[in-house]
């Protein structure tokens, strides 16, 4: 299969005309969700699910998710885009898609952690919740080498208990596992401004907190996708643009991250090129233990921010 020249639409047999309690929307980019699809249709027939390849040029991988969809026991659509439009583009496009009363956003390089992981969100769908995020863990993510650095910090910073998460509600919001009520998202939508990597996911619950409140419960999934450190150092350097909009747009909530006050503290610094630059290094050694590589690397995180705060 070759890449699209416009965008390709798959839906299965029970697609039409089923009115189902809880969409569950998948944007992929290389990553294969079949996985995914198909542990989540086995727990719920209540659910949808819609797949969206954004923009990629895998024809194998598309060929074998539209057989995937196909197959599934629940109604499913797949939505193959003829050019990629990136994160917060995609999930907008995912959410018109959509026909149930809640959506629930999963990346592609997750899995659920409990077999009552549909039934937990339907739970909570079922209350009504205008905002929940689930949290995710490293539960079934296999243990490499080649992602300790990634590991180290995530289990730090975003692998949280959902008690500790919700002291903060807007800032531990990502699109990894996040249920939003239909109406909350038709009124505020992912701001199509952002490009590239980072903050889109976090500047929308900033948002959206001021009118509704974000729930934090634990229905945890398992994040496959860790990177290395050259690829977290990449992601880093693209968001730093994306950093500077939520700054602009939302200074008196950034203002209490520690990622903002230590950039603030960086941009004094005469030599803040040279520290950027010795945090590199530090976070690529593999001759330093994990915790202090993540270390260098949240610093050197911060001395790019430094650059646009």
């Known amino acids: 299969m070759t890449a699209p020249t416009s965008d390709w639409i798959v839906d299965n047999a029970l697609w039409a005309g089923a009115r189902p309690r809880l969409s569950v929307l998948i944007p992929f980019l ?12 086995a727990q719920s027939a209540e659910i949808e699910i819609v797949l969206l390849d954004d923009g990629g040029k895998d024809g194998d991988l598309a060929a074998r998710i539209a057989e995937t969809v196909q197959a599934l026991p629940c109604p499913a659509r797949f939505v193959r885009l003829a050019a990629n439009v990136g994160r917060a583009r995609g999930r907008n496009r ?10 629930l956003f999963l990346d592609a390089d997750m899995l659920p952690d409990s077999e009552t992981f549909v039934a937990d969100w339907l ?11 689930g949290g995710f863990s490293f539960q079934r993510t296999p243990v490499d080498p080649r992602f300790a650095l990634h590991r180290a910090m995530a289990l730090r910073s975003d692998c949280l208990p959902a008690d500790q998460r919700a002291q903060a509600p807007e800032k531990h919001v990502f699109t990894s596992n996040l249920l939003v009520h239909r109406d909350v998202f038709e009124a505020v939508a992912f701001d199509e401004r952002f490009t590239g990597w980072g903050w889109e996911d976090v500047e929308w619950a900033m948002r959206v907190a ?44 950034v203002s209490g991250y520690a990622s903002f006050r230590v950039a603030r503290l960086i941009r004094r610094l005469p030599a803040r090129g040279l520290l950027r630059e010795a945090a590199r290094l530090a976070a690529l050694s593999r001759l330093l233990p994990s915790r202090a590589r993540a270390f260098a690397m949240r610093l050197y995180r911060a001395a790019l921010y430094a650059e646009v705060v």
Not at 30 to 41: F, K, V, Y
Not at 123 to 133: E, Q, R
Request: glycine residues 4%; charged residues 20%.
């Open 30 to 41: 290389g990553d294969d969700p079949a996985q995914l699809a198909r542990e989540l249709a």
């Open 94 to 103: 995912l959410a018109s898609e959509a026909r149930a009363p809640h959506l």
């Open 123 to 133: 739970a909570v769908a079922a209350g009504d919740a205008a905002v929940a995020f």
């Open 210 to 253: 001021r009118r509704w409140p974000i729930l934090h419960p634990h229905i945890p999934a398992s994040h496959l996708g860790l990177d290395t450190a050259p690829a977290l150092i990449a992601k880093y350097r693209q968001s730093a643009a994306n950093f500077a909009r939520v700054v602009e747009a939302h200074p008196e909530v």
